[in-house]
């Protein structure tokens, strides 16, 4: 559909520059011919409205004879005669317009003055609407263009997502399996309750695999979850302290964000130590910043260069997701190893 047409507003802002064009019109007859005012009116408002919808047709041939696709001077050449063949059917139009105000007394004496002016006009008229649609088609190339390539970086980051995650399983659930197969042996009971567990864990990761963002106070149980697993392992050498602020449960982050950070705060910092410690998971919320962080005891050796797939992970997803507006940093300090993620604290309102 004609895009003045398909929008009201344009629509009505195309009609109100054609009502001042009647207006212009109507003084050029008015002067030319030295006709009253209300017979200049009359002759030469309906007429250029009408001209106004005729020059829409302008959008069909510059959709049809695109820029580039014509030689230039054919391009001018062919516009001309467009431009003077509907000129000339305007004229035309016109004179039978006239010959109906005769009868009414309303007739304006179309002389040679008048024709030219009138001649003058829609040439004018229809090379200026040429040129304009040739800039709205332009224009709609340009937001396609751009609407395509914003659709072509969303498929792109979704399919990086989707990959990512798919990394993340496979590297929680191998490690988990060992631990059972250690259990087997020495604790069968314990093992049982582990796969029982982690069942239980992997359903629920499963279920917010399929969300591209989940409220932390669900990603919080679903690393407890993950914590009551690798409990049953450590036994009284893994302590847990949580601190979540009452702002910071209803923002949204990815799924499965914190749990690669508390395995490795396990696999790092907790199983290198003969008395284990403590694995602190904290979430603050500051202004517009959501604030996440574990941290693990550790021996002396740098915890840093330990590090593998799942923290690198957590950092191209939240450059994927969040840009620049995220980020995530270590620091070992005083025989403790502290991971943090700043992101975004957005909420669905939904």
């Known amino acids: ?20 064009l009647s207006s212009l019109v109507t003084m050029l007859i008015r002067f030319a011919d030295e006709s009253p005012w209300i017979n200049a009116a009359t002759f030469a408002a309906p ?54 105000l005769q009868s009414l007394d309303l007739a304006v004496p179309l002389h040679t003055a008048a024709l030219m002016i009138l001649y003058a006009v829609g040439m004018t008229f229809y090379l200026l609407s040429l040129a304009g649609h040739y800039l709205i088609i332009t224009f709609e190339q ?11 970086q969303i498929f792109a980051r979704e399919a990086e997502l ?22 087997t042996t020495n604790d069968p009971a314990g093992a049982r309750k582990m796969t029982l567990l982690l ?19 669900e990603e919080w149980r679903l690393c407890f979850n993950f914590l009551e697993i690798e409990k049953i392992r450590f036994g009284t050498r893994l302590k847990v302290e949580s601190r979540l602020d009452d702002k910071s449960g ?63 992970n957590i950092q191209s997803r939240l450059k994927a997701m969040y840009g620049s507006d995220a980020n995530f940093r270590s620091q070992t300090n005083d025989h403790k190893y502290r991971a943090e993620i700043i992101l975004p604290a957005e909420e669905n309102h939904g």
């Open 142 to 152: 340009a937001q396609k263009s751009e609407r395509r390539e914003f659709e072509s």
């Open 199 to 217: 069942a239980d864990f992997l359903r629920q990761s499963l279920k917010l695999a399929h969300e591209r963002t989940i409220p932390l106070e």
């Open 47 to 100: 007429l250029t409205m009408m001209f106004g919808f005729v020059n829409l047709s302008a959008y069909y041939i510059c959709r049809a004879f695109p820029l580039g696709k014509l030689k230039f001077i054919y391009l001018i050449i062919l516009l001309s005669g467009v431009a003077k063949l509907t000129t000339i059917i305007w004229i035309v139009i016109a004179q039978g317009w006239n010959i109906v």
């Open 250 to 312: 209803r923002c949204m982050v990815p799924p499965m964000l914190l749990q690669p950070l508390v395995e490795n705060a396990l696999k790092h910092g907790i199983g290198q130590t003969i008395d284990g410690g403590t694995i602190v998971i904290e979430a603050k919320r500051h202004d517009r910043q959501l604030h996440l962080s574990v941290e693990n005891p550790v021996d002396d050796a740098p915890v840093a260069k330990k590090t593998g797939i799942g923290l690198a």
């Open 1 to 20: 559909m004609h895009p003045i047409l398909s929008d009201k507003k344009r629509l009505m802002l195309y009609l109100l520059v054609w009502i001042g």
């Open 162 to 183: 989707r990959m990512l995650r798919a990394q993340i399983d496979p590297h929680f659930i191998f490690n988990s399996l060992n631990s059972i197969s250690a259990l």
